[in-house]
């Protein structure tokens, strides 16, 4: 290394650190002298030996190593592959089984729910026609009412009058009793109401083409009830009902009125109520018929023919309220034993 005078290097050059080198030219063996003898390279960190090492660990450093890593890789991703399959189909079939456990027993109560309905269906037919059945028995047959017309025919007038503003007041009279001369008929106090009244209109029976002048020989307008006396005797008086067993609702009878071809017409009438004062009827029940029999099947008389009896206070179209027959022996006639029951 060539120095300047002042013994420093040439162009710069600086001296080792750390290495005191003689001034002036040395020779080889002084070079050697103070030079290590085996100098050794420089170790790298020990961060990047740690790295080197875990990579070689982790990765093979071989061809057939790195197959084998991407073999297992293979089997593993096939392993995990199956069981995610498997546990797909074993969800999917307890899906389905609950699915289907649902459309059974959707199915089995449907066809429950469905015999049910036939069943309940079946039940209702058979109570209709059960009902009907019945209503059809208490319903009276065209032979019935004929008949009952036939019968009372002999016994009921068409009652003619006026009222009193001189208009026609017409009703219906039956005979209760009757002597080889004369016989006593029931009838409605509202039909000869202007007749009770001092100089007053006559009075008529009428049946078939005869018509018969009158006597009112008592009245009772609370019951709405009128006795005649008719100068003619021998005519079929017709009977009254026993008081027991009494009319109850829903029992089926009948109102007859004088006025028809037959001698007689009658209309069908239901008990809608009972009462100590009278019977409540549900009827199609016309001028006509009141004062006329209210009759059962065999013909006796239940009650007598009203649209004023009001025991109530009030009255009401379609339901009429009809004083018993037997009120008659109270207001309007003398009674043997106090009955009209087997009475002539």
């Avoid at 059960?130 to 009276?140: C, G």
């Avoid at 017409?265 to 019977?279: C, H, K, M, N, Q």
């Amino acid at each position: 290394m060539a120095r300047t005078t002042d013994g420093t290097p040439q162009g710069g050059d600086r001296e080792p650190a750390g290495v005191d080198l003689p001034t002036g030219a040395m020779s080889y063996e002084q070079l050697a002298a103070i030079l290590p003898s085996d100098p050794s390279p420089a170790k790298p960190p020990r961060k990047i030996k740690r790295r080197e090492a875990f990579r070689h660990r982790i990765l093979p450093r071989s061809v057939l190593g790195v197959a084998s890593l991407i073999l297992a890789f293979s089997i593993g991703a096939g392993f995990s592959g199956v069981v995610l399959y498997s546990y797909y189909q074993y969800r999917l079939n307890q899906t389905d089984a609950r699915v289907n456990s649902l459309v059974s027993g959707y199915k089995t109560q449907f066809a429950k729910a469905e015999g049910d309905l036939s069943a309940s269906v079946a039940a209702a037919q058979a109570t209709i026609a059960q009902q009907l059945k019945t209503v059809q028995q208490a319903q009276a047959s065209p032979a019935v009412l004929a008949t009952l017309t036939k019968q009372m025919a002999p016994s009921v007038f068409f009652v003619k009058t006026l009222d009193q503003n001189g208009q026609a007041s017409v009703g219906t009279a039956f005979v209760i009793s009757s002597s080889p001369t004369q016989a006593l008929l029931l009838t409605s106090y509202t039909t000869i109401e202007a007749a009770t009244r001092a100089p007053g209109p006559a009075v008529y029976l009428e049946q078939g083409q005869t018509q018969t002048q009158v006597t009112v020989r008592a009245w009772d307008p609370t019951y709405d009830l009128a006795l005649l006396v008719l100068s003619q005797g021998n005519l079929p008086a017709l009977i009254a009902a026993p008081t027991t067993p009494a009319a109850q609702p829903g029992d089926h009878l009948y109102a007859v009125s004088g006025l028809g071809s037959a001698g007689a017409s009658i209309t069908e009438a239901t008990v809608v109520d009972v009462s100590a004062s009278g019977l409540a009827l549900d009827a199609a029940m016309s001028s006509a018929f009141q004062g006329g029999p209210i009759i059962d099947q065999s013909g006796q008389v239940v009650a007598v023919g009203s649209r004023a009896y009001s025991p109530l206070g009030f009255s009401s179209d379609g339901v009429w309220y009809t004083p018993y027959v037997e009120a008659a022996c109270n207001k309007v006639l003398s009674c043997p034993g106090g009955t009209l029951v087997g009475s002539h």
